[in-house]
């Protein structure tokens, strides 16, 4: 990191220990230790607690997909020996559930909740003066220490035209009450493929576009097909590989101009809902005065310990990267507060070694370490275990028995590179590869541990009894061979 061009007069006191700078996941654990250790910390949220989690991203998310799940289980109640019923969805009360989910969660992350805990709780819009002082509606704070941790929020691409229609992002998708009837994807993410797949379900004649060759790049290309045979199976129209041009407004309708294969096409909608990635929030709070220094992508230049270029201002989660998740933001947050706070005793570089995460799609898509993607572009040397959930006895009665557990590990060894899981609670499933890569336990452990039967978790066990099948040295099972043959006579 460079050091900073400007110097600035230090207090000779200070208002708090540490000051967080947005309430998401972030800024509230950042706040909860300060707290918890009895530091003095204030915590400024210039709109909501809670962040984008709680308000627009993944409570309410997950609400919606729950609701369209029962629908799907509806519709397929003949599977399960029920005679089938017409179902009707009202979709203005789909979505006041969700917004009740979410003011049901809402007093885990309220000002009453941390004030409670002993964080000075502050409403405004923070602007960072010098490394010492934080301006809030014209309110000067000194600090001793600064965390930014004020999130991301969705892109918007330039395409033509956008500025003259109406769109939703997953910030503003809430608000609606009205069921789209044609709605029109533009992405292929994760966003993106969990609502394509929520509002189908409940009824919405559904268009997911995305300029990339599949849907969910960053996994494996078996993973975005299984996760496309099911979308296209459910009605869902995915295109991949085009591009966006140009937006018009006709009457009522929307129309996207869009190339593939190297001609113009139109596709038509009457609801725009744009899931094309998230870009962090660095403006506006005085970065740039300060010489702040940001990534090319606009994510603020932290170092290993989580500082910028000013040693006692720290950056963590979305606003820093790489990782754009709620967990990570939580476990950068540790770092950032117990360096900022107890630096001088003892520093602590951030450990990115062990990083889950999911797609809440049907099946669910979880991943930790390294995919088979990534290790060819790494050139880490791999070998895989793959084991069909076809063939797992619970999966089996509960009529889920589809997807895999994929996982790769160093040759000749059981030490686990990492895993994919696509499936029925594979969000759930990832947890014991998660645990096991944490603490350096092998395939070996998993297939000497007991699991209840019948469960999904069996399918851990089982893809480890399937490297040990794979494993087991020719050599011996010969000796073992002869041993038996001997013990006959």
């Known amino acids: 990191m460079n050091n900073p061009q400007r110097s600035f007069t230090k207090p000779k006191q200070f208002d708090t220990n540490i000051i967080a700078i947005g309430a998401g996941s972030a800024g509230l654990v950042t706040s909860y230790i300060a707290a918890a250790v009895k530091a003095k910390v204030a915590l400024i949220e210039r709109h909501k607690m809670g962040g984008d989690c709680?308000?627009?991203?993944?409570?309410?998310?997950?609400?919606?997909?729950?609701?369209?799940?029962?629908?799907?289980?509806?519709?397929?109640?003949?599977?399960?020996?029920?005679?089938?019923?017409a179902v009707t969805v009202n979709f203005a009360k789909v979505m006041e559930r969700v917004q009740r989910i979410i003011k049901k969660v809402e007093p885990h992350d309220s000002i009453e909740r941390y004030t409670g805990l002993g964080v000075e709780c502050v409403t405004g819009s923070a602007k960072i003066k010098?490394?010492?002082?934080?301006?809030?509606?014209?309110?000067?704070?000194?600090?001793?220490?600064?965390?930014?941790?004020?999130?991301?929020?969705?892109?918007?691409?330039?395409?033509?035209?956008?500025?003259?229609?109406d769109y939703?992002?997953?910030?503003?998708?809430?608000?609606?009450?009205?069921?789209?009837?044609?709605?029109?994807v533009l992405g292929g993410g994760p966003i993106g493929c969990e609502l394509a797949q929520a509002f189908s379900r409940l009824g919405s004649e559904v268009i997911q576009l995305d300029m990339a060759e599949r849907v969910l790049?960053?996994?494996?290309?078996?993973?975005?097909?299984f996760v496309t045979n099911k979308f296209q199976a459910e009605g869902i129209d995915v295109r991949v590989n085009h591009k966006a041009i140009e937006f018009k407004q006709q009457n009522d309708k929307k129309i996207l101009i869009a190339e593939y294969q190297g001609e113009n096409i139109e596709v038509e909608c009457d609801t725009v809902l744009l899931a094309v990635g998230r870009q962090a929030n660095s403006k506006g709070l005085g970065l740039e005065e300060l010489g702040i220094e940001l990534n090319p992508q606009g994510t603020i230049k932290v170092n290993e310990y989580l500082q910028t270029n000013y040693k006692n201002i720290y950056a963590c989660g979305d606003v820093a990267g790489p990782y754009q998740f709620t967990h990570t933001a939580a476990h950068q947050a540790w770092y950032a507060c117990v360096n900022a706070l107890f630096g001088k005793l003892k520093k602590f570089k951030v450990d990115y070694s062990v990083i889950p995460w999911a797609t809440f799609t049907d099946p669910e898509v979880?991943?930790?370490?390294l995919n088979e993607q990534d290790a060819k572009d790494q050139g880490i040397p791999y070998e895989v275990t793959y084991y069909g959930i076809d063939d797992l006895d619970r999966a089996i009665a509960d009529e889920e028995d589809h997807g895999f557990v994929k996982v790769l590990t160093q040759p000749g060894k059981d030490k686990i590179l990492g895993v994919t899981i696509v499936g029925y609670h594979a969000a759930e499933l990832i947890a014991e590869f998660v645990s096991a890569m944490k603490h350096g336990l092998g395939l070996n452990k998993i297939l000497g541990t007991i699991h209840i039967y019948p469960t999904l978790a069996e399918a851990n066990k089982y893809a480890a009894g399937m490297w040990k099948k794979a494993n087991v040295s020719p050599t011996i099972l010969a000796w073992l061979e002869k041993f038996h043959r001997w013990m006959r006579k």
Do not use: M
């Open 130 to 165: 010098s490394p010492y002082e934080v301006e809030v509606d014209d309110k000067v704070i000194t600090t001793k220490n600064i965390v930014i941790a004020t999130g991301a929020r969705p892109f918007v691409p330039p395409i033509s035209g956008i500025e003259n229609i």
């Open 217 to 225: 790049p960053r996994e494996d290309e078996d993973v975005a097909k």
């Open 366 to 369: 979880a991943r930790v370490g």
């Open 54 to 85: 709680l308000n627009t991203g993944c409570v309410p998310s997950k609400a919606l997909i729950r609701s369209a799940k029962i629908k799907h289980y509806i519709d397929r109640a003949a599977e399960f020996g029920l005679e089938q019923t």
């Open 168 to 184: 939703y992002t997953s910030d503003t998708i809430w608000e609606i009450r009205e069921q789209p009837k044609r709605l029109l």
